[in-house]
């Protein structure tokens, strides 16, 4: 929707939570622009893309509770932006492995999670690789300055949608009451290795040979998907996505990708049912998500309870004041985006 309101608001960061609010701000008539420091839009729904390969390093998939979010996934569905998966999903223990049944449903971009965020993004005006490095101004006046010292502005609100750590360094000079709130909530971080294969995985005991996703028990490892099954990739090789448990990431954080992809893929092998051994990899890598959930919520009023809002027109969203579901940061940043429209209009 284009727009000549004279309310014009910034996000910083082009995740779900930023787009989520992007969108209904440009809904409700609300001129809209949206930085990030990535090449995209994303955050940590966004893909890597190999020569041979497409591999989420992020979210994998999500689930679907809230009425509200429901609705939205619909339209992204009937966009053709989203299909189900994972439909074979196992847990693993000590080489033991169960199907994993639950009543919820669950979807992931097609062709890559990223589609998602494409898809939010489309009309909307992104600033890609601009980093912002600080704010300047007061409330009606913002002024966003990157890392080249160029000013981008004025702006009526400015909403970050950023993790906490990121968020805070932008509003601690602006607004303690905000960047007292930004100290509440830990983000943790965590590594994913990713692994490449010539040839396939071999078919393993009681377990269905196209078996998508595995939860495990292991100190290193939670959660192994595997990318070449995922809906719209059927064209591409063995491919896995190997999902650190946060611990183990916290303590390693500054290890190398080599160190951490043998740590995973041997936790992996290790989970595996005894007899069987992977194929030699053919490319091998890791991705360090240094915020990546968060561990403690922000707690707070219950109209602000996914979101905050300042009198100056600072605002956060995002799943550290919500919950670390792909839902969580887009109910965040749709009820902050609610409050805008409703604020500026």
Known sequence: MCSDSTHRIA???AGIAGLACARVLDAGGLSVTLFDKARGVGGRMSSRRLPDAVLDLGAQFFSVRDATFRRAMES???AGAIAPWPTSMWSAESGS???HDDDLERLCGTPSMSAVTRHLANGLAVKAETRIEHLEGSAGQWQLV???GERHGPFTGVVLATPSPQAHALVASQDQSLAATCETVIQR???????LFDDPLPALP???DDWQA???????LRFVVRNQLKPGRQHQGESLSLLANLAWSEARLEDSEETVVEALLDAFQQALPAGTRLPAPSALGAHRWRYAQPDVFAGGEAVNLDYRLSASGLALCGDGWRGPRVEDAWLSGHHLGEALVAKFT
């Not at 971080?189 to 692994?195: G, L, Q, V, Y």
């Not at 595995?214 to 290193?220: G, T």
């Open 214 to 220: 595995v939860r495990l028990n292991d100190s290193r």
């Open 189 to 195: 971080p965590c590594w994913t290795a990713w692994a």
């Open 146 to 148: 990157d890392e080249h």
């Open 97 to 99: 492995w169960q199907r």
């Open 11 to 13: 996000i910083v960061g």
């Open 206 to 208: 009681d377990v269905d």
């Open 76 to 78: 992204w569905r009937n």
